[in-house]
């Protein structure tokens, strides 16, 4: 690639925003080897694209798009063998924090509304302790 073309791309990285597929096909003209090019450096790593569906490496989906712009982001936990999400944001503003001990299992979930929930479990997963922001708490074995 010439220099200017790199810097051209460069400057696409820094700019775009979501709906990313609208973008890159009405403000820059890009066709999908470009738009592979630009979303695998937006993410720092090699991205697939079906359709307008993009996959990380693992093959885990961190992004779509509608016909009508609009979108979803995604984040996975990398700890373990699970492919959780993390994190997950819309194009409406909605988004919901998510995270997970090393068992797989839930133990904080928080959403754009404020509302969060806090979980604890024993050694054999069984929950033992909940609670959210409404003041609400479960102590004890909780099937």
Not at 11 to 30: E, N, S, V
Not at 62 to 78: A, F, L, M, R, V
Request: glycine share 4%; charged share 30%; proline share 1%.
């Amino acid at each position: 690639m010439n220099k200017k073309y790199i810097k051209y791309i460069d400057y696409i990285i820094k700019d775009i925003k979501p709906p990313y597929f609208k973008c890159m096909r009405d403000h820059y003209g890009l066709k999908q080897d470009e738009c592979v090019l630009v979303l695998s450096k937006v993410y720092n790593e090699s991205v697939t694209i079906k359709d307008k569906l993009v996959y990380d490496s693992n093959d885990n989906l961190i992004y779509w798009e509608d016909t009508n712009y609009n979108w979803s982001k995604y984040e996975y936990s990398t700890d373990g063998n699970y492919k959780i999400s993390k994190y997950f944001e819309t194009s409406d503003g909605s988004w919901v924090k998510q995270e997970y001990d090393t068992n797989g299992k839930l133990i904080y979930w928080e959403n754009n509304n404020g509302y969060w929930a806090k979980m604890e479990y024993d050694q054999i997963n069984n929950r033992t302790y909940y609670e959210n922001s409404y003041g609400y708490i479960i102590e004890g074995k909780i099937l």
